[in-house]
């Protein structure tokens, strides 16, 4: 007797990683962050796992001071989000396009590294060390100080989420 079939569950990036950004820009991305950009590869790297350059990213700045680097398989929902967003409320055109705007598509290199473009660098105050967190279908790249203060001011009242997701 076969069971019921798993439901999919899609990418997944967790946990958070400290590297170091050269002077060039370039940062490396963790292995199990270039497993899960996979088509149907997960974290774990599954037979859809990509590996090496045919990898796509799109990195851009939603949600400030950090960036947010989009699978390409992920960035797809964005863009159809979005072209509803500029369809049903036209007034959201402007704020569409200097999302777009600040957009950028990438491939990690032959050493997994990522280039992230000067303007983006600047918006996110990138240097040196740099932050890589996992946030489930996307990875979000802060610098490790801001990334601190924006959680230890956000984290009174965590504790109440906790029963609707940890059961």
Request: glycine letters at 10%.
């Amino acid at each position: 007797m076969q069971g019921a079939p798993t439901p999919t569950r899609g990418l997944k990036f967790l946990g958070r990683y400290l590297f170091q950004m050269d002077e060039k820009g370039r940062v490396a991305l963790p292995a199990a962050f270039r497993r899960g950009s996979g088509n149907g590869g997960g974290a774990s790297g599954g037979a859809g796992a990509k590996e090496g350059s045919d990898q796509r990213f799109v990195l851009i700045q939603a949600y400030p001071p950090a960036l947010a680097l989009y699978p390409e398989s992920e960035w797809a929902g964005v863009e159809e989000r979005l072209r509803e967003l500029v369809q049903h409320q036209p007034d959201a055109r402007m704020y569409v396009l200097s999302v777009m705007s600040n957009a950028v598509e990438l491939a990690p290199d032959s050493q997994g590294r990522i280039l992230i473009p000067a303007r983006l660098k600047e918006a996110a105050e990138l240097a040196g060390p740099v932050l890589l967190v996992g946030a489930i279908d996307k990875v979000e790249i802060w610098n490790p100080a801001k990334f601190e203060i924006a959680v230890t001011a956000k984290s009174e009242g965590f504790e109440r989420f906790a029963p609707q997701i940890f059961r």
